[in-house]
């Protein structure tokens, strides 16, 4: 099946959607670990706000970097290593590249004929945001939308698997991800200019990295990652 380009905000919607088959039900944006560790419900905002200041901005400026060096006809590995520097968990590395391998197949079934699609499905190891970085390229995705999307579905992944994890309202879960769009937005437009590999933020995460090791190695969890 082929799609053609689409309104941006149409795609923003579809690569958000939770049903995508991209293994996104299988993660919770490391929550299970800092639940297993000790975090309540009244501590999920402040995760959020945390992820949004740290890994997000790895994620998605990795994300911005990978789609300039796609409509540059630039090497992608740069990106990629720049990418695995800033996370050192091999636990959180594993479960984005099972991810980016997910993302690839459905984007080649989207988009054969792309070569932005070619590239990313040929690159060893691809993580999430190269994966996503492919896609945007295909379908003519702005950079800072791309970076919004990234903020988006880590905030929506982390409402989500809360549902589950703790006893909540989905109401008060909605209103999280809602205060947080502001924060989502600026983190977006700060990074949307990122081009160089190097400028990628190097914002470690040590505690949820940490918690995301130790859950790797639980006999008792509902997500893998």
Known sequence: MVVDH????????LLADARLPVAGHTQSAGLEGA????LTGADVPLYISARLATTVRVEAGTAVVALHHLTHALPLEPVVAAWAARTPSHALRRASRMQGRALSRLTTRLWPDEEPVRRVSGLDGCPRAVALAGAAAAAGLEAVALARL???DDVQTVASASLKLLPLDPA??????????????GAAAALAGLTDPRDIPATAAPQTEVWAQAH??????????
């Open 6 to 13: 689409v309104p941006s905000d149409l795609l923003l919607m």
């Open 35 to 38: 639940v297993q560790h000790g």
């Open 150 to 152: 990234v903020g988006y």
């Open 172 to 185: 008060e879960t909605t209103a999280w991800v809602h205060g947080a769009l502001p924060a989502v937005a």
């Open 216 to 225: 790797a190695h639980s006999t008792r969890r509902l997500f893998s990652a």
